[in-house]
């Protein structure tokens, strides 16, 4: 029985002994496996952050350049003629739209065919000019009576019947031309000149021949 105890007891020393021999490689196998865990990750190079994105800076929208203004040059816009009126004009031919008045329409005519007669040489201002003057002319009967009251009882001295006809005589319309001066002569207007409208008439026929 002595001995039997004795051997009892060795194999319960043996396996103990075993399993603490077990548990010891156990966690010595999960210690080792941390530790190259933490050296993977030490050693892996860490991915910088990536910085702030730079907020976009604000363009200021292009605007076109002006175009330089020539000095001396005026401005235009479209009439309803389909011509340039120079900003000088702009306002007559504007009241003339609204204006009753007989002698004030007669004054905003002239101002218009005056001016646009000196610039006659662009075909814009040609056209503006041949356009108002020849409403000038089918107007002046109803302005005539009471131009020549507000006168003083005689009739001023109509630039728009001579440029007309010059403008006409220019084109070579000079039947136009010779008629307009017809018209100057019925209403005892003179245009300025020794000969007056008989002479520049008598001028025209002489062109019309050559022509």
């Known amino acids: 029985m002595g001995s039997i105890s004795f051997l009892i007891v060795v194999a319960i020393i043996v396996i103990v002994f075993l399993a603490y021999r077990h548990s010891q490689r156990k966690a010595s196998s999960s210690t080792d496996s941390q530790d190259k865990i933490s050296a993977t990750s030490s050693a892996a190079p860490s991915k910088p952050a990536p910085a702030p994105s730079k907020p976009a800076e604000y363009e200021k929208p292009s605007t076109p350049a002006a175009e330089p203004v020539i000095k001396g ?113 019925d209403y005892g207007l003179d245009d300025k000149t020794k000969s007056g409208f008989a002479g520049r008439k008598a001028r025209l026929e002489k062109q019309k021949e050559k022509a």
């Open 73 to 185: 040059e005026s401005q235009t816009q479209p009439s309803p003629l389909g011509a340039d009126v120079p900003a000088e004009l702009q306002q007559a031919i504007a009241a003339l739209e609204h204006e009753s008045d007989p002698v004030a329409r007669h004054r905003l005519y002239q101002t218009i065919v005056d001016t646009s007669y000196k610039n006659r040489k662009n075909s814009g201002a040609r056209a503006l000019c041949k356009t108002y003057s020849q409403q000038h002319v089918e107007e002046f009967d109803k302005i005539a009576k009471p131009l020549k009251k507000a006168n003083g009882g005689k009739l001023p001295h109509v630039a728009t019947f001579q440029n007309y006809a010059t403008l006409l005589a220019e084109d070579g319309d000079y039947d136009a031309a010779i008629a307009v001066c017809d018209q100057a002569m």
